[in-house]
């Protein structure tokens, strides 16, 4: 199954720009706001976003953050954690230090508590005494059917991180470095999932960013030959997060594609009509999420895979 009806999400308390992630991610902006306004924003997004989902029959799982220990990117929980339909439990290691924080153990009593089964944890986070990172599904986009796994390398997404992750998990790893331009300068993309979306049959990408010939052509063979439609976005669309996007099933088992508005109002009616012949499209608002974070949707839905007991 490569998709999910069951998503974790964490309802932020301390939202804001984070200093110790704007180093390396370049879809933050500054705000004239102050945090505690930012914050408020943010929760009223978040809670429209949770409601949007809701009403399509996505069964959300909403966690509350917590004030202390402060973690200003608790409401991106994919670059933490990773749950898959054998009952492991897949843990990262994260670029920012005030990130490590996030990791919570009492997630898994909650899951548990509602009937999931957890039957094995791969803990990473050890690799962060080396310096060495993989910020989960943020890093690594999973092809569940076809048993592959995608990595942009970057400072947050190590190769020989991604390739032990795809031993202990059985993927085959497709590797590859992309880029976006900043002040005239080509420089790695922070995550995977902001240029890249898998969906069932099809493929968001922006294949500009992928600048080595060989790689790209084969990112896109894989991507074929597996029978996915490729839908090509363009760098500043992607700027807007088009491809910040989720495939989840709603009610009755109705497929949506999930996406913030920003990254709707970017693409092109061609684009839009692409992804409707497979499934419809939902969106919210997440503005002051996507500024002062660098996020989007995708960022902030936790897939969950997990057997039931």
């Known amino acids: 199954m490569q998709i999910t009806n069951t998503i974790l999400m964490i309802r932020p308390v301390s939202f804001r720009m984070n200093e110790q992630t704007a180093v390396n991610n370049y879809f933050m902006e500054d705000i004239d706001l ?47 954690i990773s749950f898959h339909s ?32 957890i039957n094995d944890v791969i803990d990473y986070t050890s690799a962060e005494d080396e310096g060495l ?42 590797i590859f470095t992309a880029n976006q331009s900043v002040d005239g300068k080509r420089l790695p993309i922070y995550h995977t999932n902001v240029m890249m979306a898998l969906a069932e049959n099809f493929a968001i990408i922006c294949t500009d960013s992928i600048d080595d010939k060989k790689e790209r052509k084969n990112v896109l063979d894989h991507l074929k030959n597996d029978g996915k439609e490729i839908i090509s976005i363009t760098e500043k669309q992607m700027h807007h997060f088009a ?8 009610g009755e088992g109705q497929k949506y594609m999930v996406m913030s508005t920003a ?39 936790a897939e969950v895979f997990l057997p039931k007991s």
Request: aromatic share 10%.
């Open 34 to 80: 102050k945090n505690q306004d930012i914050n408020q924003k943010a929760q009223e997004e978040f809670d429209d976003f949770v409601s949007v989902l809701k009403n399509k029959g996505v069964n959300v799982i909403v966690i509350e953050d917590t004030k202390e220990p402060d973690t200003p990117d608790s409401i991106f929980p994919n670059n933490w």
């Open 86 to 117: 054998n009952g492991v439990v897949g843990v990262y290691p994260m670029f920012a230090e005030n990130r490590r924080n996030e990791r919570r153990e009492d997630i898994f009593v909650t899951l548990e508590d509602k009937g999931f089964k």
């Open 133 to 174: 990172f993989l910020e989960g599904t943020g890093s690594i986009l999973i092809d569940r059917v076809n048993k592959k796994a995608y990595c942009a390398l970057s400072q947050r997404a190590d190769e020989y991180l991604f390739i032990e992750f795809c031993e202990d998990f059985d993927f085959f790893p497709v």
């Open 243 to 250: 491809g910040n996007m989720l495939q989840v099933l709603g």
């Open 263 to 301: 990254a709707f109002n970017s693409l092109n009616p061609k684009q839009i009509a692409q992804i409707e012949n497979h499934c419809p499209i939902i969106h919210s608002s997440l503005k002051t999420i996507e500024t002062c974070g660098g996020g989007s949707a995708r960022c902030m839905m």
